[in-house]
């Protein structure tokens, strides 16, 4: 079976291109008739998880993690450099409550086990326990942030709910109208993180990269093909998001959204002692879930995220990056007006892979395949989590966790196209003509 699409750059990604290692090559491609007893496709947060669990599992079992770009270029290392401890949900439902205190648990087990290998390895990702802010400016999203607010309360999660004012003095903008302030939201630079990540994994995982697979085989063995080599292996595991359904054992159960990112030139010294005096890095992200994501960097940069677009052939064109880029311009310069000399170094785009009930794939998908996908947005946590778990899984090693996992990542059938094209793209618009000013 051959694989037609492939991961792209779409752009040109910031959080890279600020790594001080960005030159180095961290591994080969893929070349030759090779053999693995395990074999994981895809070299992000997820991908690295399953190496890294595995590896401890299986010490003595040759592990092979193969990526299509290079490793710090895929979508991992795209985002907003969120590592989060509380959900997003805010149904306030029984549950909803119950389960939401799990994912919290799962979310606080990811960010320990992250941490611990940060510092062991001494990765230099500006890793932050930075908190989040959730903030709104059009009176009907504060609905959203008034809904959050007692979903917190009925989960017992501490917050604080800060008004205009307030926000100012943190954020040097007073854009915002109110906002929700949550502490142990962790913030890094992803590219570097993912980077030092697969610098630490164990010496009997073999890391390829460059090597994206054009074509697979499901036999006894499983085979897979790159354009110099080819690569068996007893089991395999899928960690590819938006690209699961390439490999042609998921089907309508994920929808990929394009979203992009700039970031700005860092300011100057003086910039920072006239606008940004006494302002500590932060994150924010909106209370519409169409709305703008905004970071503040230790490096003195601000980054903007908005825009979805819906791109079945996952990929981005100029005309996407630019008019992203132009929308970027927009919504920075109405939060931070004294800066619109200030221009953005980077822009680039990434996918977020989205399923109709917000539930992930996880788990057996054929004899000696295993995967993960549909994200929902809230990858760095999730995958690590998820990807742990899938190694215990694969390991049969049992848990309430595991248990608790499998039973509540079971996305649900999307309509096939073209239905699916229709309906996702009436919905993008919707909501980010209802996040409005929130963008």
Not at 47 to 70: D, Q, T, W
Not at 153 to 159: A, G, I, V
Not at 242 to 266: D, G, H, M
Request: proline content about 3%; hydrophobic content about 35%.
């Amino acid at each position: 079976m051959k694989i037609k699409r492939f991961p792209n750059l779409d752009g040109d990604i910031g959080w890279l291109e600020l790594c001080e290692d960005k030159e180095e090559n961290l591994a080969q491609r893929l070349r030759g008739d090779l053999n693995s007893d395990i074999c994981i496709i895809g070299g992000g947060i997820t991908g690295f998880a399953v190496a890294n669990s595995l590896a401890k599992h299986y010490p003595n079992s040759k592990i092979s993690l193969i990526e299509a770009l290079k490793f710090g270029q895929g979508v991992s290392s795209r985002n907003a450099g969120f590592i989060i401890d509380l959900p997003h949900n805010v149904d306030n439902s029984l549950e909803s409550i119950e389960k939401d205190k799990k994912i919290h648990e799962l979310n606080c087990f990811a960010i320990k086990y992250l941490e611990e290998i940060v510092k062991e390895n001494q990765i230099n990702c500006s890793w932050q326990k930075a908190g989040k802010y959730m903030c709104a400016n059009e009176e009907k999203n504060i609905r959203g942030l008034d809904d959050f607010e007692k979903h917190l309360k009925l989960c017992s999660f501490d917050f604080e709910r800060l008004n205009a004012n307030e926000l100012e003095k943190r954020l040097a903008t007073s854009y915002y109208k109110e906002g929700i302030y949550t502490a142990n939201n962790i913030l890094v630079n992803p590219a570097a993180l993912m980077r030092g990540l697969i610098k630490s994994l164990a010496k009997n995982v073999n890391l390829f990269e460059q090597s994206p697979v054009i074509e697979i085989k499901y036999d006894k063995k499983k085979k897979i093909k790159t354009h110099l080599g080819s690569m068996e292996c007893e089991i395999l595991v899928l960690c590819v998001d938006s690209y699961l359904e390439e490999f042609k054992l998921v089907k309508n159960r994920q929808a990929p959204i394009f979203t992009y990112a700039s970031l700005s030139e860092r300011l100057s010294d003086e910039e920072l002692n006239k606008y940004f005096k006494d302002i500590k890095p932060y994150g924010l992200t909106s209370a519409h879930p169409a709305g703008t994501t905004i970071r503040f960097t230790p490096d003195k940069r601000i980054f903007i995220r908005n825009i979805l677009d819906y791109l079945p052939e996952l990929r981005c064109s100029e005309h996407d990056l630019r008019r992203a880029f132009e929308q970027h311009r927009l919504s920075f310069e109405a939060r931070f007006p004294k800066l619109k000399h200030k221009i953005f170094d980077f822009t680039w785009g990434g996918t977020l892979c989205m399923s109709l009930n917000q539930q992930g794939i996880f788990g057996k998908l054929y004899d000696g395949v295993y995967g993960i996908g549909a994200s929902n947005g809230v990858g760095m946590a999730k995958g690590v989590y998820l990807g742990h778990y899938l190694a215990d899984l694969i390991a049969n090693k049992d848990s309430e966790n595991l248990r608790f996992i499998t039973n509540n990542n079971k996305a649900s059938l999307i309509p096939p196209d073209p239905l699916k094209s229709v309906g996702a793209k009436i919905r993008l618009w919707y909501e980010q003509k209802n996040a409005a000013k929130d963008i």
